[in-house]
Nanobody, 120 residues
Framework: QVQLVESGGGLVQPGGSLRLSCTVS????????MGWYRQTPGKERELVAT???????DYADSVKGRFTISRDNAKNTVYLQMNSLKPEDTAVYYC??????????????WGQGTHVTVSS
């Protein structure tokens, strides 16, 4: 079992910035991939950004150049720096991790979600 604690969401004006954090704790042997997804009402959850253990990153086209994902392996924490926010970035943002537990089983887990609202 792992626990994911997200923080950093809120209300921001268009053009503003927010930084999301997600700290993971529990029975983790190796953290393979950490990422952020988002979802709006009536739509499927979509990938925002991921970062693999060597540091390889991947971004949705809609956020490239505006969002930056990073991780602190020592703290099992992933960050999403969001700049130049647009109203269409409004969503619930979910942290997701893929990891191996101490039995070497590969698992995935989701955070509870944090709301981001971009509005004037």
């Amino acid at each position: 079992q792992v626990q994911l604690v997200e923080s950093g969401g809120g209300l921001v004006q268009p053009g503003g910035s927010l930084r999301l954090s997600c700290t993971v704790s529990g029975s983790i042997r190796t953290m393979h991939i950490m990422g952020w997804y988002r979802q709006t009402p009536g739509k499927e959850r979509e990938l925002v950004a991921t970062i693999r253990r060597p540091g390889t990153t991947d971004y949705a086209d809609s956020v490239k150049g505006r969002f930056t994902i990073s991780r602190d392996n020592a703290k099992n924490t992933v960050y999403l720096q969001m700049n130049s926010l647009k109203p269409e970035d409004t969503a619930v943002y979910y942290c997701n991790v893929g990891y191996s537990d101490f039995t070497s089983v590969i698992r995935t887990s989701w955070g509870q979600g944090t709301h981001v609202t971009v509005s004037s």
